[in-house]
């Protein structure tokens, strides 16, 4: 499953290293990828993308991890969209 999160936000380094300092602790939680990304021409829009197993892996996560981790990095999500994977 793909979750894609967007926020508008101005501490780009204090977001990034949370994300770096708590790696190894999310994927623990069963996110198998972690990507983030500022906007080339509007730096204070931000996207992370995050690959998880299944919607029950990344609900556990969302329950208490990320919210925590949201509150230290000063994020707030303004979109937050999940997408499953479609058999071909």
Excluded at 14 to 25: A, E, I, V
Excluded at 59 to 77: H, I, N, Y
Aim: overall charge negative; aromatic content about 12%; proline content about 3%.
């Amino acid at each position: 499953m793909l979750v894609i999160f967007r926020t508008r936000s101005d501490d780009w380094e204090r977001f990034r290293s949370t994300l770096h300092d708590n790696l190894d602790r999310i994927h623990s939680l069963g996110c198998t990828r972690l990507e983030a990304y500022r906007n080339r021409k509007h730096p204070d829009e931000w996207v992370m993308m995050q690959t998880w197993p299944d919607k029950g892996s990344f609900d556990e996560f969302a329950k208490e991890t990320g919210p925590e981790l949201d509150r230290k990095s000063g994020v707030r999500w303004t979109d937050v969209s999940t997408w499953q994977e479609s058999a071909l």
